[in-house]
Nanobody
Framework: VQLQASGGGLVQAGGSLRLSCAAS????????VAWFRQAPGKEREFVGT??????YYDDAVQGRFTIARDNAKDTVNLHMNSLKPEDTAVYYC??????????????????WGQGTQVTVSS
């Protein structure tokens, strides 16, 4: 599965962005798809995921970010609202078939997009 992440950019604090993760094959709907982010000098951290129709989020983004699948377009979108400067990072989408206990770990995902930069100015 090849993934293509897009939609990043520069936004002011309090603003919104939508990131998209597009897949190269039609079985994308059967995969768990997650968003992670990585800021300079930091490890890749979990943002949220959609698995078997349910979504899970890190506490830092709960209530501000929403993950939504568009199976007709083989796409998973990350809607980000009320952005904060600390949300600044490169955002990656990953796909795989992790068991529930590993959905928050990068190792749970076999396929990755190339990353898209999100910068939130104060």
């Amino acid at each position: 599965v090849q993934l293509q992440a897009s939609g990043g950019g520069l936004v002011q604090a309090g603003g919104s962005l939508r990131l998209s993760c597009a897949a190269s094959e039609g079985t994308f709907s059967t995969y768990t798809v997650a968003w992670f982010r990585q800021a300079p000098g930091k490890e890749r951290e979990f943002v949220g995921t959609v698995r078997m129709g349910r979504t899970y989020y890190d506490d830092a983004v709960q209530g501000r970010f929403t993950i939504a699948r568009d199976n007709a377009k083989d796409t998973v979108n990350l809607h980000m609202n009320s952005l904060k400067p600390e949300d600044t990072a490169v955002y990656y989408c990953g796909a795989g078939r992790p068991i529930l206990s590993t959905i928050r770990r990068p190792t749970g995902y076999s396929y990755w997009g190339q990353g898209t930069q999100v910068t939130v100015s104060s």
